[in-house]
């Protein structure tokens, strides 16, 4: 079985909990957010993206926040997506 292309992860919807759990990180994210607020971000990406769970290396700092900006871009089209039925 092949891998599912990027397009098609990012159609994907989360279910209800991560849903909500990516909207008080949101909510967070407005008023600055910490390295315990980015795990959910972490964790969410590695799941609907299917890859090992990881964490960005700190010790380069644009690349590790360019990386973490594309993953909240790529959650935020999934979470516009909705709610799983």
């Known amino acids: 079985m092949g891998l599912r ?8 919807q989360m279910n209800e909990e991560d ?5 008080e990180f949101q909510t967070a994210m407005e ?3 910490t390295d315990e607020d980015l ?3 972490y964790k969410l990406h590695s799941k609907y993206f299917v890859h090992p769970l990881i964490e960005p290396c ?10 973490i900006t594309s ?3 790529d959650l ?7 709610i799983q039925t």
């Open 5 to 12: 292309s990027y397009k098609a992860l990012l159609r994907q």
């Open 19 to 23: 849903y909500i759990e990516f909207a």
């Open 31 to 33: 008023k600055g957010f």
């Open 39 to 41: 795990k959910v971000v």
């Open 58 to 67: 700190g010790c380069g700092g644009v690349k590790k926040m360019d990386t």
């Open 71 to 73: 993953w909240i871009q």
């Open 76 to 82: 935020e089209k999934i979470y516009n997506n909705g």
